[in-house]
Every structure is written in structure tokens, then in C-alpha cells.
């Protein structure tokens, strides 16, 4: 391990804002009028590299996180495409009681009170299901 580790913006945009010591663990911004900066400028002169703020692990797991986040939002998005919530949503459970008590007078009602249970159900299941 290096005497000090570079710190970037984040791990797609390597711009290097600092560096960390990474002895006693402070963290130097890039000021011409700080010591600590100037003792990294010398250190680096004197022909020491410092660490990358990122090791290729690292940033592999940082993009797989993000993967996993494009999917988990994409699967929310198709969720609240798939149903309309309109006659439920911001219901207390009286007044979804009520809605199907008001909705369901016989077995097509039914029906078609069922389905849009069963398809607010798959929503909910689709938006959680974070491993698929």
C-alpha cells in the first residue's frame, strides 16, 4: 500500500479531487497553499505512485450495483405499467371494503375485481423481487 490514495469524483468519472494519507487516514484537497498537498506533490516528484481511489474489484462490484439498480427500477416501472391503481390507490381498507362491496354485484364483477387484485398482487411481488 501507497503512502497515499487518489480520491476521485466517483468511480465512472476519475477526476481526481484529493488524496487520501492513507497512515493517518486525512483527507488532502488539491490547495497549493496546504502543506499536506504540497508533501503529496514532493512524494510523487521524489517517483512514488500513489493508489488508485479504486481498486478493478471494486469498481466491478460499483457497476454491478448499478446494474442491479437499473434492473430492480426497470421491474417497478413495467409493475406500475402493468396495472391501474386508480380505483384503490390512496384508499384507507374501509373504502377498498367499500370499492368492492360497490364493484362486485355479480360473478363478471367479480372476475374483474379479482384480476385487478391478483395483478396489484404481481406488482407488489415484481417491485420486491430484487434477485431475478
Not at 497549493?32 to 521524489?46: F, H, R
Not at 374483474?112 to 391478483?118: N, V
Request: without cysteine; hydrophobic residues 45%; aromatic residues 8%.
Amino acid at each position: 500500500m501507497a503512502k497515499y490514495k487518489q480520491l476521485w469524483k466517483n468511480y465512472n468519472d476519475l477526476t481526481l479531487i484529493g488524496y487520501q494519507d492513507n497512515e493517518v487516514k486525512n483527507i488532502i484537497p488539491l490547495d497549493p497553499g496546504n502543506l499536506d498537498y504540497q508533501n503529496v506533490l514532493k512524494w510523487i516528484a521524489d517517483g512514488n505512485t500513489p493508489d488508485p481511489a479504486f481498486t478493478p474489484a471494486e469498481i466491478a462490484a460499483f457497476q454491478a450495483a448499478d446494474a442491479n439498480q437499473s434492473v430492480v427500477e426497470a421491474k417497478i416501472t413495467t409493475a406500475k405499467n402493468e396495472i391501474n391503481l386508480s380505483d384503490l390507490a390512496g384508499k384507507t381498507y374501509q373504502q377498498a371494503e367499500n370499492w368492492i362491496e360497490t364493484s362486485v354485484t355479480d360473478l363478471a364483477s367479480a372476475k374483474a375485481a379479482l384480476k385487478k387484485i391478483a395483478k396489484i398482487i404481481l406488482a407488489i411481488l415484481k417491485a420486491q423481487d430484487l434477485s431475478a
